[in-house]
C-alpha cells in the first residue's frame, strides 16, 4: 500500500511517516515548507518528500507510483490542492489517527497512550528509554528528535505501541488504549475546546475509554472523576520520586510517571527503573544545548514555562549563572486566552527578551497582540523588554554568552521559528 503524508514534516505526522516504512508500506509526502523535521526524514530513508503543496506535484507521484491513502494533518484545510485531487481520485484520505489504529490492529500491538496538556513528549521519550534499556523491542511514536532512536519506530516483536496522543482536535478520543499516562491537564486549544468544560469533558471521554489511566492526584481533583479500579492515582508528594536525579521538579514527575507505566508492564522493580531514568539523556528542544550556555525548549504555555524555568534555575544554581530567556509566544491565537496567566512563571530568570508571536493556524479576526502589551501581563514587568529576530538580538546573545549567562530560548514553533533561527546563527 502507496500512502501519502500531507504536511510530512509534522511532529505527529513525521513520526508516523517512519512507522509506516518500518511496517512494510510505501510513504512518499509533502510539506509547505522545508524544515528540520523534513531533513531528518530524508536521512532516516523517507526521500520521496517534496516541498509546496500543488496539483501538478501529487499527480505526478500518483502517476508514477498510484496513492492508496493520503493521510493529513490537522492543519491541512479543505481546500488544499492535494486534499482535493484525492477526492477526485477516490483516494482514501484521513487524519493519523485511522492509519494508527490500523497499524496497532494489524500488528497486534497494545498502546500505551500519553496524554495531557503539557509534559506529553518528555514522558513519551521516557518511557522510550526505560522499554530500550530493559532491552524489551518497542513501538513508538514521539513528537521530537531522541539520541536513542529515530522519532517513530515500528519493531518486530513489540508487545507495546507508546503513542504521544495529544488532544487537539480531539485526536486522542479515536483512540482506546491499554494503558493511559496523564501527564497534567490545564485549559489549552481554545480553538477546539471554547470552555474550559469542554477541554475538561474530553479528558474525561479519554480515560473512560481506557482499560487504565495513571494520573495525578491533581488532575483527579481538577476533573472531578470518582474513584474505580481503572484509575491510578499517583501522589506527587511521594518521597521515591526524591530519588530521582534528574534537573527540575516537572521532569522528575514526568519521570514518575513513566516508571509507573513500565513498572505495570513489565512488573520490573521500582528502584530498577529508578536507577534507569536517572541516566535519561533528555530530547531535542527539552533544555537541548545548541552551543555552551544556550539551550532550547518548547515551552509555550505558562505552566511549560514554569517547568521550563524549574529546570534552568536549577541548573544555573550548579553553576552560578544567571537565567536568560529568549521567548517567542506560539500563536496569536492563544495568547488572547492566556496572557492573564503569565503571572510569575518568568519567576527566576534574570531577563527576559520577549519576541513577537510566531503565528500559524490563526484566527484573521483576531488583533495580533504586541510583545509590549504581552509584557505588561507579567508578575515584574521589568525584567521584560521587546525583541526582535534580528543583529542587535544576535549581539545581546553574545553579549549574555561572554557574560557567562545561561540563555535558555522558549519557542513552540516548527519552521521559521526562534529555535532555526538560533540554529543557523550559532552553530556548534
Not at 232 to 257: C, E, F, M, T
Request: glycine share 6%.
Amino acid at each position: 500500500m502507496h500512502i501519502y503524508f500531507s504536511g510530512i514534516g509534522g511532529t505527529a505526522i513525521g513520526p508516523l511517516a517512519l512507522i509506516s516504512r518500518q511496517a512494510g508500506y510505501e510513504v512518499s509526502g509533502s510539506d509547505q515548507q522545508d524544515s528540520q523535521y523534513i531533513q531528518y526524514l530524508i536521512k532516516q530513508g523517507v526521500t520521496n518528500i517534496h516541498i509546496s503543496q500543488t496539483r501538478e506535484q501529487i499527480a505526478a507521484a500518483h502517476d508514477k507510483n498510484p496513492i492508496d491513502w493520503l493521510v493529513h494533518s490537522s492543519a491541512v484545510s479543505s481546500q488544499n490542492p492535494e486534499l482535493l485531487f484525492a477526492h477526485e481520485q477516490n483516494i482514501k484520505t484521513s487524519k493519523r489517527d485511522e492509519l494508527i489504529n490500523l497499524i496497532t490492529q494489524e500488528k497486534n500491538l497494545k498502546m500505551l497512550a500519553v496524554a495531557g496538556t503539557h509534559g506529553k513528549t518528555t514522558t513519551t521519550a521516557m518511557a522510550i528509554w526505560l522499554f530500550k534499556q530493559l532491552g524489551l523491542p518497542i513501538s513508538y511514536s514521539v513528537g521530537a528528535k531522541i539520541s536513542f532512536g529515530d522519532m517513530g519506530q515500528y519493531q518486530d516483536g513489540s508487545q507495546y505501541f507508546i503513542y504521544e496522543c495529544d488532544e487537539f482536535d480531539r485526536n486522542f478520543l479515536a483512540f482506546e488504549p491499554h494503558l493511559s499516562l496523564i501527564t497534567g491537564v490545564s485549559w489549552d486549544h481554545h480553538e477546539i475546546f471554547p470552555t474550559r468544560e469542554d477541554y475538561q469533558q474530553a479528558f474525561k471521554e479519554f480515560i473512560s475509554q481506557s482499560t487504565k489511566t495513571i494520573l495525578w492526584q491533581e488532575d483527579f481533583d481538577y476533573l472531578n472523576l470518582q474513584p474505580n479500579s481503572s484509575l491510578l492515582v499517583q501522589n506527587s508528594a511521594n518521597p521515591h520520586i526524591h530519588n530521582l536525579k534528574l534537573a527540575g521538579l516537572y521532569n522528575r514527575l514526568d519521570a514518575w510517571l513513566a516508571i509507573q507505566a513500565v513498572h505495570k508492564l513489565t512488573k520490573e522493580p521500582l528502584e530498577k527503573l529508578i536507577e534507569l531514568m536517572n541516566n535519561f539523556p533528555g530530547l531535542q528542544r527539552r533544555m537541548e544545548q545548541i552551543i555552551p550556555g544556550l539551550f532550547s525548549d518548547y515551552a509555550h504555555t505558562p505552566e511549560k514555562i514554569r517547568g521550563a524555568l524549574s529546570v534552568a534555575t536549577e541548573m544555573a544554581q550548579n553553576t552560578g549563572q544567571n537565567v536568560v530567556i529568549l521567548y517567542e509566544p506560539l500563536h496569536n491565537r492563544r495568547q488572547h486566552y492566556m496572557l492573564h496567566d503569565y503571572g510569575d512563571c518568568f519567576a527566576g530568570a534574570a531577563k527576559v527578551y520577549w519576541l513577537p508571536s510566531y503565528l500559524a493556524r490563526e484566527d484573521p479576526t483576531q488583533r495580533v497582540i504586541p510583545p509590549e502589551e504581552l509584557i505588561s501581563h507579567v508578575a515584574d514587568p521589568s525584567i521584560a523588554q521587546a525583541a526582535q529576530r534580528d543583529k542587535t538580538l544576535q549581539q545581546t546573545i553574545r553579549t549574555h554568552l561572554k557574560n557567562n549567562d545561561m540563555i535558555v530560548a522558549l519557542a513552540g514553533g516548527g519552521g521559521n521559528s526562534l529555535d532555526e533561527w538560533l540554529r543557523e546563527n550559532f552553530k556548534s
